[in-house]
T-cell receptor
Framework: NAGVTQTPKFRILKIGQSMTLQCAQD?????MYWYRQDPGMGLKLIYY???????DKGEVPNGYNVSRSTTEDFPLRLELAAPSQTSVYFC?????????????FGPGTRLTVT | AQSVAQPEDQVNVAEGNPLTVKCTYS??????LFWYVQYPNRGLQFLLK??????LVKGSYGFEAEFNKSQTSFHLKKPSALVSDSALYFC???????????FGPGTRLSVLP
């Protein structure tokens, strides 16, 4: 299993540009999450999904959009990049059951908006 | 609302000494608690979790954590630290009836040779 994969690893955007951060998992997990990690800070939840076709906002959703057309993929879209979106973005997935499973994280995408 | 506090930004310990990384939480009802480790330029890796049962939980790489309900704490411990344990450690909580995890700000552990 590759686990959770993210592309690209690094990206520099100009203000106002758009891009999609890709995330895929091969563990057949229903739950998927997008976080951002700012320097010296913990993780902030942007969006999450509990299954294909179902998404919901997290703590900091403004400026982002997501879709979940398949179990495997959970892309994150930035429509109009702003310097405040400079951060490291992590995708994660987890299984489901009577008790919560731990999350598996991707390696992250380092995004700079200038 | 859920929250997690990690009161120490940085913990320094000598190799071979015991280490403790502190975590306190706030959540409605019973919590699910997790510890993750992050090495430089990497994603977070799961260490251990508390769901129910025994308050002392054992995890990967010799780490363990003790759940204390009265003190709402879940401190991470290791009897003998290694230089390779140096990393950023995150505590996370999830409520029994919630779907989301809330992470603490992280504690940087430095193990000195």
């Amino acid at each position: 299993n590759a686990g959770v994969t993210q592309t690209p690893k690094f990206r520099i955007l100009k203000i106002g540009q758009s891009m999609t951060l890709q995330c895929a998992q091969d563990m057949n997990h229903n739950y998927m999450y997008w976080y951002r990690q700012d320097p010296g800070m913990g993780l902030k939840l942007i969006y999450y999904s509990v299954g294909a076709g179902i998404t919901d906002k997290g703590e900091v959703p403004n400026g982002y959009n997501v879709s979940r057309s398949t179990t495997e993929d959970f892309p994150l879209r930035l429509e109009l990049a702003a310097p405040s979106q400079t951060s490291v973005y992590f995708c994660a997935s987890s299984g489901e059951g009577g008790a919560p499973y731990e999350q598996y994280f991707g390696p992250g995408t380092r995004l700079t908006v200038t | 609302a859920q929250s997690v506090a990690q009161p120490e930004d940085q913990v320094n310990v000598a190799e071979g000494n015991p280490l403790t990384v502190k975590c306190t939480y706030s959540v409605s009802g019973n919590p699910y608690l997790f510890w993750y480790v992050q090495y430089p330029n990497r994603g977070l890796q799961f260490l251990l979790k508390y769901i129910t049962g025994d308050n002392l939980v054992k995890g990967s790489y010799g780490f363990e954590a003790e759940f204390n309900k009265s003190q709402t704490s879940f401190h991470l411990k290791k009897p003998s630290a290694l230089v390779s344990d140096s990393a950023l450690y995150f505590c996370a909580v999830r409520a029994h009836y919630g779907q989301n995890f809330v992470f603490g700000p992280g504690t940087r552990l430095s193990v000195l040779p």
